[in-house]
């Protein structure tokens, strides 16, 4: 899909937000749950700050040097039997991807969650050679069988959706006939994905984070797609963001333990696996052929800037669980598949003002984002840095300023209310789920819900929205 | 091992190095000395048997049960868990640490007495072999490594040893020698950079597995077995 979702304009979109209390309600569950476990996890190690300031001069030592340790890298990737592609553009990126299910005959694909290949719409153009791409993560999965919904968070992709409407859409696009228990909801999931990998010839994957001096791409995973998807395909592809690298395995476990705490608070999840090259001589099981797709596509436009420290990030989603703006208008708001803080930041530069002025208006600076990011990225001061900018090129700030400001103030001006609204909506509305609409809600529901009785957006199709869409511009 | 290609690396690695603000690295770079070093404290100066109640405390997070038993007594424990997981079919790597810590009869004859299928990975059938291991009820390995901070395995695969096994079967049993905890990931990642710094080529696949498979993509309630294994065991072992 790219890395743009959606073609409103952002006051639409985050009307939209509003509008969902479902959502709402997800999203400050979701976000509650992830930040206490990583407040958790970070007061179990105790010194916190220090594996936080260990982080960052990790981070920055690697940036500031990534020449070195990419050119270390493959040079390592290619001594193990692996090929590597650099990719300036999405593009290049996805043609020789393309090419290399060609040559293979590939039809079916698995990939396991990345976010750089959904911001290169690889998808897409696999699906343009015929080929099926079957998402593996059980959320992501669950979004692509509803016709691609999009995703509204970077771990918790299907945050948007609760189990009865995962169990609608299941029966009505795959003939599931069980209840909407998500034991039974996630078994008929492995049994249908099972059958994928099997079949499939060819896995896609991304990578948290590179090794230069090893030449492996480490994969950290809960459910074992990843695992899946680089153990029964004969080929293996592997799409990193150029900045996804460290020095050697100390500092990708430092890292790692970085991550797992700052996004679920796990020590680690229940599956880091370590891949160097395509399977070793007399090994039976791995890939026989291993690519690695090394991808720039506007990120060396950042090198070098007052900008670089965003290149940090280590997509954690820290700094979205704890974003009270993020709370209250939920992720498809952002219009990109990074949102929150670090996308409010990311999304400009990477994607542009002229798409993406208004997102560095999204924060009310408070820095809780800052606070909570593992390797300490200065996210709050970033998004000012932009808003100077935005200010210089224009002239002035985007009319609507402050709009989520107001937003946030809607909800902090009666906490209560709030707190109700969004801790109960999960339970309270569904009675209430009138079709694809939000009807009127009882008690403090009711003023949320009254004002915005809007189609529910988990249900807009956006991608046959899109295309319909295109289609009317295109006969006018 | 034939050497891959690389495409585009110099015009690539010299915008990078451009965008940078300087022309591209020629020379060593060495790491900095690091100004933190938070890992190091993590149960330092913990005994081994320190160690193991750490871990059998992970192993209850993470919905793992935790066994300890003796060699002596090993084959029984192994033999009560496989059947508690109901038997079947079992698959198991190609490893002589199965012969070393006395089990070759329970595989050979143990389990296949109480009607309990046993595959023993063998390179020589290639790709049967994970026909075999999804089919299979039960996975067993060894551990090559242990964290107790995170109750993780740490499994490096290849030839004998196949990743399917710990990812296939619907339930995972993987045997513990005592020596072999550490206190977290800290320890197996310097042991490997020193390996590699001396020339030695990490193993193609390493996996942590810490406990069975699981998802909150549901509402964000924890689902256990979703790909990989739905129960997971480990047995903790005295070394000889
Ligand atoms: S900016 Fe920091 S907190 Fe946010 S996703 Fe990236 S690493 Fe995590």
Redesign the pocket.
Known sequence: MGMKIGTAAFKERVDQGLSDSFMRGAVSAAQGRLRDGRLNAAEELGNWEDWRSHGEEIRKHTLEHLDYYLEMLVDNVSKRGGHVFFAQTAEEANEYITNVVKKKGAKKIVKSKSMVTEEISMNEALEKIGCDVVESDLGEWILQVDDHDPPSH?VAPALHKNKEQIRDVFRDKLGYKNSEKPEELALFAREQLREEFLAAEVGITGCNFAIADSGTVTLVTNEGNARMATTLPKTQITVMGMERIVPSWEEMEVLVSLLTR?AVGQKLTSYITALTGPKGEGDVDGPEEFHLVVVDNGRSKILGTEFQEAL?????????NVCPVYRHVGGHSYGSIYP???GAVLSPLLGGYDDYKELPYASTLCAA?TE????K?P?HELLIKHRQKIVEKEGKAPVFESLSMKAFRMGTASPTMYNIGSKLAPKMMKPFVKEDKIANGPGPLKNWTSIRDFPAPSNERFRDWFKNREKEESKS | MIKGTVTNKDSFLNHVAKSLGRPRTSTRIEKPVWKYSPQQEVFKGYSQDELVKVLKLQGERIHTDVIETLVKDLPRALENVVMGYGGDSVVTWADPRFEEFGLTMLLNEGLPSKQVDVHVWDTELGDKNTEIAERANVGITFSDTTLAESGTVVLFNGKGKGRAVSLLPATYIAIIPKSTIVPRMTQVAEKVHRDNQNGEQVASCVNFISGPSNSADIEMNLIVGVHGPIKATYIIVNDK
């Open positions: 970077i700052a940090h990030c280590i997509r954690c989603a820290a700094c979205i929150g803080p670090i984002c909570a990011c593992p390797v990225i996210l």
